[in-house]
């Protein structure tokens, strides 16, 4: 059987599709095009509006192309899933499988099942009062998605669901409440990987800074958790994602000045700049309380990069309470952030907050904010030019020129590094490869560096 992943939404879902596709590659499998492809998956998000149309869009362009390939099936995973859930099976009867954040784990089973029985339909839509271990399926050639890991990355994720019920997100009612991952299984993975040659992980969840507020984590914290992923040997770069403010630990903030090994990175979700609209998003912190942790992050790693989560428009934003973001942006300086227009979500607390703010109004926020967020970055990026660093090389450039090849890495804070390099180098002995450089241009999104010794 022949099958084609297509991943919308974050970094969870990449790793979910990532590990989906070696598990079927385990059971002898064939990746393929979408367009030759017996089974297709569809991964979906739906966090927001659009990618729950993206998600519809390619089941209607699915739904002609099967006419023709009539012993193809879909599968539907993830937070559409869990959303719509047995709805999908009705509306698209070419899908066969629809699975939530808890049934991936038995998803590779299922779909083995409806390869030998034409016709059946299957929904894996329960949530689970446990972290659902999934089977070990790290061998074999990677999958390859967009902003996915490198040969030399991973993700581990740690946890599961969210408890929080900030008035905007559709999160708890798709992944479901908060559930930890045992630490010894979270230890035990993060060993196979290194011992395959990964050199850098990257710890997911929802909210790892709530890890272990519930049984799963067996008495262990975030904090005391990290400290035990950086001490084991072989690891050279420890990151995290995402994190939520009000859960952010002393011990936590005081372990980038204390790890060597843990990247001086932090994706910080903000939301907003304006404390009235902090209170009916629910999110249970202020911009004072904000801007403190910044301050004792920059103060445990003065090199930091922060980057953050923003949404304008939000029900009762007022332009004095989105020019409060802006003030934000301009004195915390985040590096990077996704930026979004609020978008009604069903279930949720917003759906019923009035006055909503118009979408003319809304795309103009979005506009300025992201005009904002690009000279900052542009300036943020222009003060590395000069400094030395060393890249973790993810594979050749997507755009070559010149002679030789330009190579894609990342810095130890996640910047996007190009380095180009001579034909004497190939993808085979530089993927997964450190590479020292110093930094010589800036470009709109991302650095040039020059070559400065040989790669390890």
């Known amino acids: 059987m022949r099958f084609h992943i297509v991943t919308f939404g974050c970094q969870m879902n990449v790793h979910d599709s990532d590990w989906l596709s070696r598990a079927l590659l385990a059971r002898g499998w064939t990746p393929a095009s979408e367009q030759e492809a017996d089974l297709v998956v569809l991964n979906t998000c739906s966090v927001r509006e659009k990618p729950e149309q993206k998600v519809h869009s390619a089941l209607g362009r699915l739904g002609t192309a099967f006419r023709n390939r009539p012993r193809s099936f879909a599968a539907v995973g993830g937070c559409v899933a869990q959303q719509l859930g047995t709805e999908l099976l009705r509306k698209y009867p070419f899908v066969r499988l629809v699975f939530g954040s808890d049934g991936i784990a038995e998803a590779p089973n299922a779909l083995e099942r409806l390869a030998q029985e034409p016709g059946t339909q299957l ?84 909210n790892v800074n709530s890890y272990g507020q519930d049984p799963g984590g067996a008495g262990m914290n975030f904090a005391e958790l990290l400290h035990k992923v950086a001490a084991l040997p072989g690891l050279e770069r420890l990151r995290f994602t995402t994190s939520h403010p009000k859960d952010i ?174 034909t004497d180098w190939n993808e085979k002995s530089l993927a997964g490869k450190m590479l020292p450089v110093r930094v010589v241009e800036a470009k709109k999104h991302s650095l040039r560096g020059e070559y400065l010794g040989e790669p390890w």
């Open 123 to 206: 929904a894996l839509l329960d949530f689970l009062k446990k972290y659902p271990e999934r089977e070990a399926a790290w061998d074999g050639p990677a999958s390859s998605y967009q902003d996915g890991p490198g040969p030399a990355q991973c993700f581990v994720n740690i946890m599961q669901g969210c408890d929080n019920f900030c008035a905007y997100c559709i999160v708890p009612y798709t992944r479901g409440r908060q559930k930890s991952r045992h630490p010894d299984a979270v230890l035990a993975e993060c060993r196979r990987q290194l011992e395959r040659g990964v050199r850098e992980i990257t710890l997911l969840g929802q």
């Open 249 to 422: 630990a002393p011990e936590v903030v005081r372990a980038f000045g204390e790890l060597s090994n843990l990247c001086p990175h932090l994706h910080l979700p903000l939301q907003s700049g304006s404390d009235a609209v902090l209170r009916r998003m629910g999110r249970k912190y202020d911009t004072e309380r904000y801007l403190g942790i910044v301050e004792s992050l920059r103060q445990a790693r003065p090199d930091i990069a922060l980057g953050t989560d923003l949404i304008v428009g939000f029900p009762g934003e007022t332009e004095e309470d989105f020019l409060a973001t802006l003030e934000i942006m301009r004195e915390v300086r985040f590096e990077s952030s996704f930026s979004f227009k609020y978008s009604d979500r069903p279930g949720v607390a917003a759906v019923n907050m009035t006055p909503k703010v118009t979408p003319e109004v809304a795309s103009d926020r979005l506009a300025r904010l992201q005009e904002l967020q690009n000279v900052i970055t542009s300036e943020a990026l222009e003060s590395r030019v000069g400094t030395r660093c060393d890249v973790l090389l993810d594979g050749p450039s997507k755009v070559q020129s010149g002679d030789g090849m330009h190579w894609r890495g990342r810095d130890p804070a996640g910047r996007v590094v190009n380095v180009p390099l001579s």
